[in-house]
């Protein structure tokens, strides 16, 4: 280990900060990827329609051609719908941005020769880490210390088992799989604690070369998916619409280059262009309300899982308690140990350094950290002196220690889940299980306390963990918080069903649902659970309310279950043991404070842990979807109705309805009239349980409400033809101002299913902004550029027809949206299946940890991404080309 050091230019005391900086500078930031906001790439974006740049290629040819006019308004149109998008989808990424800076990660280490906390993205080669049960490695490591120290490198090798970890040197031959003397980026420490020195960070790690093959793309969300199928639907809608209408007018021996104009005018004018940017700006603000909440989503598009969220698996301790845990009596359980010397040995039996003052419970869990907090014994632990340790782990459930006491005896002691002590006791006192079931029922949360003589014991292994003596038990409580039982009925009012899991006895959860008035569904034990088959587990985890001393496996399993049940299930889990659940979930939400692999699992962060919150974040992913599908359902039913009956007029006329130009610019108006639906308000009742993409729903609202839109164009078309006997200019502005009125004014039936106004009262942005694009579209005939738009000017007898026909309209909407909503094929769909969770998601999830800072967030940072890492002769450090000498040496 000293020749690791020694050629790595660096002691056991660490580097200091200085020769820190100067490796960095060369070696460059631990970054896998740099995270900002790229204007060129989010341009390049609104590019990738094909329909756009077809548009782009016969502005073109129009202006070759001689069509200078048509050209300009195509490419002026297609310039301001490009640039809305841009600029809504370009704040949503810098929004994103802020949100990332917020979430920082660190790790412990040696600099100057004192441990300091850093940010992992500020490792260098030659820093020395501690490492301890949590911890998600921050790089690629040289052990130089261990104790029981293993790692879970499935991430990298795909090996289920963790793997133990020892500072010796392996050979030359040996695989990533068998690096035991190295701890690797990425991986988590399941057991045991140790130190390493760090030999390679960013993209030239084992991890990093995996994440950098991946590229920076994340896997869809349901949400994301269901755009997806909507998008199909429209793509097949067009295809045959425009391909009908080239033909027609081929056929009818209308010039070519007006044909392909306008059928590809169509084509843009029964898509909703600006679906992208309402998302968007619907997530973005969505984003900044949960961020005032304290509520961090790691992906804006999660927000939208948080509000298909119908049940939440959760723990108890800081959701549902105060998460303040104190530490309130010591019972002997033998009748000879004394209260203070039970307390004395449960001391011993943790991690703390004893010669501390009492209350130095850094780095402690909260039972240990509350019980070093506690007035301490007459007789402190201070004079003993710790030989070994076999750190808590989620499989044994306890701690054990090999301690020396001032008598110059040894003792081995352990402290844990009475449940797993009493099985490793020989000798347990008759009065044990009634002390025990009594403070259960009381709801405290209990450890128990057993030690045995070391005999010939030198170094702990599990195997030494027999044969001990149950001396007694020290009792924890954590009060119900008194906001609890509000949060819940409020989940509850939104469709939210909360079961808990917990490592718990079950007694003391119920005991915790009963204080709140939770009514409870039963108790499932993690002995209970493995007795299930898969199919037994579903319906017996449908009704069961706790889920107590649970394993990490079995808290996954559970997460299975009720997903294959058809719920829609987000985890909230902050310790180690939470984050395959947290994985496994819809919806993975952890808290800032949590274990790193809770943190890097989540989906979702709270500032608080609180429930308030949680549902603040449900809400508001609900309320998202609601106005994003009124976007779509208004969209697809107007644009079809307006573009079926163009197609069918430019059949029947003897000139286009409409020329190519002004359906874009009718497009263009009325979509951007609708960048005010995201701050829309949205009814009680759609709140009320989470809704799903169902696009047979929206193909029969589309056939329904659009030929209601055909309609009464068609009656504009009589009225214009044979009441006014409207010459192609005055005809094509008269339809153009029917057309953008109606598209623009069934948003306030389309929005509720409750009476417009009356019931439901829109946003006054959304009643500005369609009123505002209503009265540009009857101005533009009459504007100075109406002329070049091809439009004329039109009587005013027009506009009490135009009136007239407006309510009909919208009054016939309201009737066939009575008729539609009462229909029983209009009911919630089923929830989709449940999607598989790819390693693509987990390891997109690990690698984001390693993301430098946006440059609006903080300093900019070298990724580091290629070539050696070369340090100064003074400095030195290894060629990179010889890194496995380094890490097997």
């Known amino acids: 280990m000293s020749s690791t050091l020694a050629r790595l230019a660096v002691t056991s005391a660490g580097l200091s900060t200085a020769e820190a900086t100067a490796r960095r500078a060369i070696a460059g930031s631990n970054v896998l990827r740099v995270h900002r906001a790229r204007p060129w790439r989010v341009l390049g974006r609104q590019l990738k329609s094909p329909i756009l740049i077809l548009l782009f290629v016969t502005a073109a040819v129009s202006m070759f051609l001689g069509e200078a006019a048509d050209a300009i308004i195509i490419g002026v149109i297609l310039l301001a719908s490009i640039g809305l998008g841009f600029v809504n989808e370009f704040r949503a990424e810098l929004t994103a941005d802020a949100m990332h800076d917020r979430i920082r990660h660190t790790v412990v280490v040696l600099r100057d020769g004192r441990p300091t906390v850093v940010d992992v993205t500020d490792l260098v080669p030659g820093d020395i880490v501690q490492l301890k049960v949590g911890t998600v490695v921050p790089a690629d490591m040289r052990l130089l ?24 040197p392996v050979g030359e031959a040996a695989g990533v799989g068998d690096l035991t ?109 949960l961020a005032k909440r304290r509520v961090l989503v790691k992906r804006m598009v999660c927000i939208e899982d948080l509000g298909d969220m119908d049940l939440l698996v959760t723990d108890k301790t800081g959701t549902l308690t105060e998460g303040r845990i104190g530490f309130t009596a010591a019972l002997s359980a033998d009748g000879t140990t004394t209260p203070a010397r039970v307390q004395l040995l449960g001391m011993l039996a943790t991690e703390a350094d004893y010669a501390a003052a009492s209350g130095e419970a850094l780095g402690l869990n909260p039972l240990d950290a509350a019980l070093w907090d506690a007035p301490p014994p007459a007789a402190g632990p201070g004079p003993y002196r710790r030989i070994d340790l076999l750190a808590f782990d989620h499989e044994r459930r306890r701690t054990t220690v090999l301690v020396e006491t001032p008598d110059h005896e040894r003792w081995i002691v352990t402290k844990g889940s009475p449940e797993d002590v009493i099985r490793a006791c020989a000798h347990i006192p008759s009065e044990a299980d009634r002390i025990l079931d009594a403070q259960y029922a009381a709801g405290g949360r209990v450890v128990a306390v057993a030690m045995r003589p070391a005999g010939e014991v030198r170094r702990l292994t599990p195997a030494a963990e027999t044969g001990f003596a149950l001396v007694g038990f020290l009792v924890f409580l954590d009060r119900p918080k008194a906001d609890a039982r509000e949060s819940l009925e409020r989940l509850a009012g939104l469709g939210v069903t909360v079961k808990i899991a917990t490592g718990d006895n079950a007694v003391v959860a119920e005991k915790v649902l009963a204080d709140l008035g939770l009514a409870s569904g039963g108790t499932l034990t993690g002995a209970e659970l493995d007795a299930l088959s898969d199919v037994a587990l579903r319906e017996a985890a449908a009704t069961a309310t706790v889920f107590a001393r649970v394993s990490p496996e079995q808290k996954a399993r559970v997460i299975r279950s009720l997903r294959h049940s058809g719920r829609g299930v987000g985890f909230l889990g902050d310790g180690v043991n939470d984050a395959l659940a947290l994985h496994q979930a819809d919806i993975g939400i952890s808290v800032e404070t949590a274990a790193d692999v ?57 000139f286009l309805p409409m020329l190519p130009g002004q359906i874009l610019l009718n497009n263009l108006l009325y979509d951007s009239g609708q960048l005010a639906i995201p701050g829309d308000r949205v009814d009680a009742e759609q709140l ?19 030929p209601i839109s055909s309609l009464f164009d068609f009656a504009t078309f009589a009225l214009m033809m044979f009441v006014f006997h409207a010459a192609e200019g005055e005809f094509q502005a008269g339809w153009f101002i029917e057309s953008i009125a109606t598209q623009s004014l069934v948003i306030f039936a389309i929005r509720t299913r409750r009476t417009p106004f009356f019931r439901s009262r829109p946003s006054l942005g959304l009643t500005v902004a369609s009123l505002a694009v209503v009265g540009t579209g009857i101005w533009l005939p009459y504007s100075p550029v109406s002329g070049v738009l091809g439009f004329q000017p039109l009587p005013a007898p027009f506009f009490l027809a135009l009136i007239a026909m407006v309510i009909a309209y919208l009054a016939c909407v309201e009737v066939a949206k009575m008729w539609f909503f009462r229909r029983a094929a209009q009911r919630q769909p089923a929830r989709p299946l449940p999607q598989a969770r790819h390693d693509h998601r987990r390891l997109q999830r690990r690698s984001a940890r390693f993301t430098a800072r946006s440059p609006r967030g903080g300093r900019e940072r070298d990724v580091g991404a290629g070539g050696r890492t070369t340090l100064p002769a003074t400095g030195g450090t290894k060629d990179p080309t010889r890194r496995t000498d380094t890490r097997r040496g």
Not at 616 to 639: C, H, P, Q, W
Not at 688 to 706: K, S
Request: glycine fraction near 10%; include cysteine; hydrophobic fraction near 45%.
């Open 181 to 289: 003397s190295c701890a690797l980026m990425g991986t988590v420490v399941q057991a045991g604690t140790g130190t390493g020195v760090v030999v390679e960070t960013g993209l030239r790690t084992e991890f990093g070369q995996i994440a950098g093959r991946l590229g920076t793309e994340p896997p869809q969300t349901e949400f994301q998916r269901g755009l997806g199928r909507f998008s199909v639907l429209l793509l097949e809608v067009a295809v045959v619409l425009t391909t009908v209408i080239f033909v027609a007018n081929v056929l009818l021996q209308r010039p070519l280059l007006d044909s392909l104009l306008f059928s590809l005018a169509i084509a843009v004018g029964i898509t909703p262009q600006l679906l992208p940017a309402v998302v968007s700006t619907s997530l973005a603000a969505g984003s900044r309300a």
């Open 145 to 168: 210390s261990t104790q029981n120290l293993s790692c879970d490198e499935s991430i990298i090798t795909g090996e289920s088992l963790p793997v133990s970890k020892t500072p010796d």
């Open 598 to 654: 809770a943190k890097d699992a989540a989906d979702v962060l709270l500032l608080d842990k609180d429930l308030g919150v949680l549902a603040d974040g449900v809400t508001e992913g609900r309320r998202i979807f609601a106005n994003t599908i009124k976007y779509v359902l208004m969209g697809t039913s107007s644009n079809f109705g307006n573009m079926f009956s163009a197609s069918v007029a430019s059949v029947v006329l003897p």
């Open 688 to 706: 009320r349980a989470p809704a799903h993409w169902d696009i047979g729903f929206i193909r029969r609202f589309m056939l329904l409400f659009g």
